[in-house]
């Protein structure tokens, strides 16, 4: 099978357009909700530490060997890792790589949805001022009043599909690049306000400062390494072909190394911008840094609760965490259905119904982990524990692995270094050595130490 010179899909009509893209892509729950909720859960500073590093040694380089990968593949990651791998001469299993990717985008947005389901619900509560003077306590039970209510949850749940379904349904570069643009920008504004508020909490904030900045090695787990080496990978939408999918509608002249770095770089003051803007509210207000999927939900309504017009931007805040969590989830569904139209003839809006039809329909696994099947759990985990496990900290950093692997071993240096351009070639042996050996191994090393081989 030839590769094509250009997708079928359309290209972005610019750098920028893919770079707003894929920042709309890797900016979402991860940041906001994610990523404070864990660095809670595991202890902070050493914590974060471990991410950033994943982030720049791991992340970075996977990136760029995913950009790659799919602007040289020109297709769906199923396809493009199929005439790649048999254009460099190797097996044609590789594709399998690519189902797995599928597989993990169907997985990931089921419980995703809920989750932004969840930010959804917040907006009109915002708006018509719920919040307006709450106490921590009066925060949780409006919470947990929504958790607790399959049929709530299942509600918003089904407008998020909806809309996600409704922007893939279009086309991704129509529609999304506008919507960005304007988007990530007043999201990045109203989180540093935030930021601005929490620093007047004074010696929470000192606080805060030193939980997420000041390692302590003796709170990192074996467990807690891996899911910082997840949390990357997740965070970047990296392992499961969604920005292989955006690499595939890549104009040819854009540099990789600088469009991953940019997008990196976004994606991670963000979080880190999150994580300042809550930790503070959660020490001064005595609440639980381990409180787990319901921490934004129950502080950061107290921040808007108590400061003027907080009403307005506590709304405005979810309603641009929703369309955060919307670009986000939109490129969980490409690759299915990019894949879906190009191997099986389906168009693209029956593969869109089809493959939303079935992510809904897991979503309920998620929905009922809150509430009425809190009991139904397995290795100690309920269903949506056990979704997020599994494909956060297994199948994407095994994808990110197999990613590492073929760009830097199967694909032959001069083909690599063709679609890279990276000029005279010191950056490109940085990435080379970066992407045969480091980031292989880092996560050989996490998943090795997770099952006891090492004792770290
Ligand atoms: N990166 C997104 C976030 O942080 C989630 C996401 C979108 C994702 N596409 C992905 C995660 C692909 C893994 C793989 O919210």
Known sequence: ????????????????????????????????????????????????????????????????????????GRQNPINSLKSLAEEEGRPKAWRWLGAMGVLAGFLILSYYSVIAGQALAYIPRLFFGVFEGVTPDGAASIHSALVNDPERLLAWHTIFMLITMFVVTRGVQHGLEKSVRFMMPTLFIILVMLVGYAANTGEAFDRALHFLFDPDFSKLSANAILTAMGHAFFTLSLGMGAIMVYGSYLPKKTSIFKVSVTISLMDTGVALLAGLAIFPLVFANGMEAGAGPSLIFETLPIAFGHMAGGAFFGGIFFLLLVFAAWSSGISLVEPIVAWMTENHGLSRRNATMLSGGIIWLLGLLTVFSFNIGQEWTLFGMTAFGLLDYLTANIMLPLGGLLIALFAGWMMNKTSSAEELALGNGVLYHIWLILIRFISPLAILLVFANLIGLLNI
């Not at 729950?29 to 864990?38: A, R, S, T, V």
């Open 1 to 72: 099978m030839a590769r094509p010179t250009k997708s079928i899909h359309g290209e972005w009509t610019s750098r920028w357009a893919f770079i707003l893209a894929a920042t709309g892509s890797a900016v979402g729950l991860g940041n906001i909700w994610k990523f404070p909720y864990i660095t809670g859960e595991n202890g902070g500073g050493a914590f974060v530490l471990v991410y950033l590093a994943c982030i720049a040694v791991i992340g970075i380089p996977v990136m760029m060997a995913e950009v790659l990968i799919g602007r040289r």
